[in-house]
């Protein structure tokens, strides 16, 4: 997406509605089918746009990029036009609240889809719930982000009555990925690493207590540290522990790593790890063959999807640099979400927003329901997808390839 000035506002409350109107500037001079000026909406988004995790976040950013641009085309909210600020987190929580700050103090941002990671979201949601501003996140799936920190005690309390996400959590995966390894590949001593962040820490338990329960054996546990690049310890406890395969809770950088280091102790057992492996680079980061590696990802491939192919035919026409990667999918599924609960506020206000529009856009959210293009899209009672398809990916031919999809019932 390239990125422009977004036009400065100010606001201008009449009867009860919102009417934004440009202050020396022509940007968001568009005008409607009745030849007046489109009020102008913005979306924001947060993502890590450069560092190790760009290739993410930038398929997040484009996603979200495209919705808004079919929202326009189509004319889907008459009378509103819809922009998009992109701001980059470079997946440090730090940055992610500093991001949120910023998009609360522009009046005109009504919804906001991100973070990538957990951890990030963490620093954020608070920030938004303050201002009453709705937060979509296409990627995080720690459980307590929407279900509360003694969510594995089987006390589920919703923190934030701001925050949605359209990604599956770490329960629904963690347990997936565990009855798979252990019910279809057959593997029953599993040694897990996790790097020690909120994403991969979580998942890394979730798999282990669901592994055991199965009536596997972990055989060893250990922990890398994020951005580091020599894993050969880990690699060599695992090699020693007799383990027929490794669970990785982490992300690609440092995941394709620890799947090469521990290949080249002779160790020929596959590394399984979640959605946040589950790309190419974690592949092209390993100078071993990575034949047998595995992970689990949230939905069905987007590429299989009959209401996936005008996703995937209109971002190719757009030419964005950077693919959809692994949350674009779920990326305009979010987008689109706040764009459908900003036509509902709307329509529900003689066409206009009201003043109170980030908060009626929360609760809108609360209600969407449409066919997207990872499937359908609607949140139950905790902001959390009601879309709970999974998919195990292994890597065959240098590629990934989808081997098993299912919906998961807990």
């Keep these: 997406m390239r990125h422009r000035s977004l036009l400065i506002l100010t606001t201008v409350i009449t009867t009860g509605a919102l009417t934004l109107t440009a202050c020396g500037s022509r940007d968001g001079g568009s005008k409607d089918n009745s030849g007046g000026k489109k009020t102008v909406v913005v979306i924001g988004v947060d993502a890590p746009l450069t560092g190790s995790l760009s290739a993410l976040g930038q398929g997040i950013k484009n996603s979200v990029d495209l919705a808004a641009k079919t929202a326009n085309k189509n004319n889907e909210v008459p009378g509103i036009e819809f922009k998009v600020e992109a701001l980059d987190d470079q997946a440090v929580p730090?940055?992610?609240?500093?991001?949120?700050?910023?998009?609360?103090?522009?009046?005109?941002?009504?919804?906001?889809?991100?973070?990538?990671?957990?951890?990030?979201?963490?620093?954020?949601?608070?920030?938004?719930?303050?201002?009453?501003?709705?937060?979509?996140?296409?990627?995080?799936?720690?459980?307590?982000?929407?279900?509360?920190?003694?969510?594995?005690?089987?006390?589920?309390?919703?923190?934030?009555?701001?925050?949605?996400?359209?990604?599956?959590?770490?329960?629904?995966?963690?347990?997936?990925?565990?009855?798979?390894?252990?019910?279809?590949?057959?593997?029953?001593?599993?040694?897990?690493?996790?790097?020690?962040?909120?994403?991969?820490?979580?998942?890394?338990?979730?798999?282990?207590?669901?592994?055991?329960?199965?009536?596997?054996?972990?055989?060893?546990?250990?922990?890398?540290?994020?951005?580091?690049?020599?894993?050969?310890?880990?690699?060599?406890?695992?090699?020693?522990?007799?383990?027929?395969?490794?669970?990785?809770?982490?992300?690609?950088?440092?995941?394709?790593?620890?799947?090469?280091?521990?290949?080249?102790?002779?160790?020929?057992?596959?590394?399984?790890?979640?959605?946040?492996?589950?790309?190419?680079?974690?592949?092209?980061?390993?100078?071993?063959?990575?034949?047998?590696?595995?992970?689990?990802?949230?939905?069905?491939?987007?590429?299989?999807?009959?209401?996936?192919?005008?996703?995937?035919?209109?971002?190719?026409?757009?030419?964005?640099?950077?693919?959809?990667?692994?949350?674009?999918?779920?990326?305009y599924d979010a987008g689109w979400a706040v764009i459908q609960a900003v036509k509902a506020v709307a329509a529900a206000n003689n066409g206009k927003l009201p003043d109170d529009a980030r908060a009626k856009v929360v609760e809108a959210l609360g209600k969407v329901s449409f066919e997207g293009v990872t499937g359908k899209v609607a949140f139950d009672q905790y902001g959390d997808t009601t879309n709970k398809q999974l998919t195990v990916y292994k890597v065959e031919g240098g590629k990934w390839v989808d081997v098993k999809s299912d919906t998961f019932n807990q």
């Design 94 to 331: 730090a940055s992610g609240q500093a991001n949120a700050t910023k998009l609360v103090g522009n009046k005109d941002v009504v919804g906001v889809v991100g973070p990538l990671n957990s951890g990030v979201a963490q620093q954020m949601q608070g920030v938004f719930a303050s201002a009453k501003l709705a937060q979509v996140s296409p990627a995080n799936t720690n459980p307590a982000l929407s279900q509360g920190d003694n969510w594995g005690k089987g006390e589920f309390k919703r923190p934030f009555d701001t925050y949605f996400r359209t990604a599956a959590t770490d329960v629904v995966q963690g347990k997936f990925a565990a009855q798979y390894l252990f019910k279809d590949a057959g593997k029953k001593k599993v040694f897990v690493v996790d790097d020690k962040q909120t994403y991969g820490a979580g998942l890394a338990a979730i798999f282990s207590d669901e592994f055991k329960k199965l009536g596997g054996e972990i055989v060893g546990t250990d922990h890398v540290t994020v951005k580091e690049t020599d894993f050969s310890s880990t690699a060599d406890k695992v090699k020693s522990s007799g383990a027929d395969s490794v669970y990785f809770g982490g992300q690609y950088p440092e995941g394709g790593l620890l799947a090469d280091q521990i290949k080249k102790t002779g160790a020929n057992v596959p590394l399984m790890g979640g959605d946040g492996i589950q790309d190419p680079a974690f592949i092209s980061a390993s100078g071993e063959a990575n034949e047998g590696d595995l992970s689990t990802s949230i939905g069905y491939p987007v590429e299989k999807l009959d209401t996936a192919k005008k996703f995937i035919e209109d971002y190719k026409a757009e030419g964005y640099k950077d693919p959809y990667a692994a949350y674009g999918g779920y990326s």
